[in-house]
């Protein structure tokens, strides 16, 4: 078997005998950079013996032992399911509990979430506080299943009145943000948000096409974007729901 050596410093010594260099990252930080996470992250999961051996790994598909964030048994997965999957056994049991499934759809706010707002979100935020009331004391939605192992979602706005999600999501610097993986994450975020109720408009912006049966897809965000949101909101909980919200904007003289 050839060793090699990656970009990101993971793999074989790039000075090694007999070594194969590669200019690019290996799988394992790919995917990390793909799903927005991080090796720390990870390193702080696993179960301590191995921490040395995931420090240098480069496989997704390697199997380690990960400490439940909630103190439940330790479990078997690979850095790939870890990365993209629902938690322990426990976990997903719980989830799904009678006293759980009384508060699935609860929208709440979670003090001290740190969720990285770009400017143009701020922006669509304002756009969308002009056309209707928006509420600012929500931050989450608890939903029926886990997800990154946590059981709620952090949409970027919430409208819980008409228990709905709007996202924007463009491609970012580097032109894969929403894609691959994480477009996959994110229908999953999207059907686990539908199955407690709530409908999820995504504002497709820089190339993307389409995600899910409520998309705006657009060059990027503008005023019309933002009244094709509003659009579909009336056209999802109807005329009587959007109107209770609405907000009278003055007419230029």
């Known amino acids: 078997m050839v060793a090699v050596s990656f970009r990101c410093g993971h793999g074989a010594e790039a000075s090694a005998p007999g070594s194969v260099a590669l200019s690019r990252a290996c799988p394992l930080c790919m995917l990390v950079h793909e799903t927005q996470r991080s090796r720390s ?72 979430l740190k969720v990285g707002t770009s400017r143009v979100e701020q922006r669509l935020r304002l756009l969308l506080g002009e056309r209707i009331r928006l509420h600012h004391r929500v931050n989450a939605v608890r939903i029926a299943r886990m997800f990154y192992g946590k059981q709620e979602v952090w949409p970027d706005i919430l409208v819980p009145q008409l228990r709905i999600a709007v996202e924007y999501d463009d491609p970012g610097r580097s032109g894969r943000a929403h894609r691959g993986l994480k477009e996959g994450s994110d229908v999953e975020k999207d059907d686990a948000l539908r199955e407690v109720g709530w409908e999820v408009i995504r504002i497709r912006a820089g190339g993307l096409d389409e995600l899910g049966p409520h998309s705006v897809v657009c060059a990027r965000l503008t005023v019309a974007a933002v009244d094709e949101v509003v659009a579909l909101m009336r056209r999802i909980r109807g005329d009587a729901a959007l109107d209770a919200l609405a907000i009278e904007r003055q007419q230029a003289v």
């Open 41 to 112: 992250e990870l390193l702080a999961r696993v179960a301590p013996p191995q921490r040395a051996a995931l420090a240098r790994e480069t496989r997704v598909g390697a199997v380690y032992e990960w400490r439940c964030r909630r103190g439940h048994d330790r479990y078997p997965a690979t850095v790939a399911e870890v990365l993209t999957g629902p938690s322990c056994a426990k976990c997903r049991a719980n989830a799904v509990a009678p006293a759980a499934l009384r508060e699935a759809g609860l929208a709440f706010m979670k003090p001290g």
